[in-house]
């Protein structure tokens, strides 16, 4: 398939996961495009695999802190000028931080809600006069199933996601009649940079938290695959999809990606 031959599209988090997963998938379908993420290894790593898939020369990647104002607001800058343009924004940067709730302080909090849902909307805001100009124009937002699932020690990042999938309806309902769709994913039981090989999450756990209090418990078991994790690409191929032509129909909603654990 060449669904994306002639289209611009900006990835955040394109330097891991699924965000990498779907610079590679949107490559690989012959798109053009800029990936940015704040770790520069992560984002070397997937210029990597694009040259190992000999689609390299679509590629450019630019670090930028979707955290921050400015590094967001020269970053798009540079990735518009790049491009010439913009067709396809997904935001799948974000953080997990899980920890028992009544630990969690201000700071840990909203240092989640400052990259998952204000960093989307930064993105969003500076991305949307290109889009509006651009060819078929679609925003790819990722939510998750802790928006509307419960997830255990995870309520700053439910919030996050909650956030985001609300604010990706208003979107949609906003500036439809200028042409520009926008929908939201919401993976779950899916692996991704904010989680290891075995899907362990401890690394970003607060404390207090119980030893088993990995990915595999929060976000239970997927019937179709069983004891462990969809891989990123699950996901990279329906984000394809909706921001392609054929979602051209699809807006103001989202998709869930979960393998049937929230069934």
Do not use: W
Not at 21 to 46: F, K, M, P, S, Y
Not at 136 to 152: E, G, K, L, R, Y
Not at 246 to 257: H, L, P, S
């Amino acid at each position: 398939m060449e669904r994306f031959v002639g289209r611009r599209v900006l990835v955040t988090g394109g330097g891991s996961g699924i965000g990498q997963a779907t610079v590679l998938r949107v490559l690989a379908e012959g798109g053009r495009v800029v990936a940015v993420d704040a770790d520069e290894q992560g984002l070397a790593a997937t210029a990597r695999k694009a040259e190992a898939q000999r689609c390299g020369q679509l590629l450019t990647t630019r670090v930028m802190d979707i955290s921050q104002e400015e590094s967001v607001r020269s970053g798009v800058a540079a990735a518009l000028d790049e491009m010439g343009g913009l067709d396809v924004l997904v935001n799948a940067a974000g953080i997990l931080r899980s920890e028992h709730t009544h630990t969690m302080s201000l700071e840990r909090f909203n240092r989640v809600i400052g990259v998952n849902l204000t960093g989307t909307f930064l993105v969003i805001r500076e991305c949307i006069p290109a889009l509006l100009r651009g060819e078929q124009p679609v925003i790819v937002n990722f939510s998750s199933t802790s928006a509307t699932f419960a997830h255990p020690y995870m309520a700053a990042y439910a919030a996050s996601k909650g956030g985001i999938q609300s604010m990706t309806h208003a979107l949609a309902v906003e500036y439809s009649k200028q042409g520009l769709r926008a929908v939201a994913v919401a993976p779950g039981s899916v692996s991704s940079g904010m989680t290891d090989a075995s899907g362990s999450s401890q690394a970003n756990a607060g404390p207090g938290l119980p030893a088993d209090a990995d990915m595999d418990l929060l976000a239970k078991l997927s019937p179709m695959i069983g004891d462990g994790f969809g891989g990123p690409e699950t996901v990279a191929g329906v984000v394809a999809t909706l921001a392609s032509s054929d979602g051209a129909f699809v807006t103001g909603t989202e998709v869930r990606i979960d393998g049937g654990t929230h069934a």
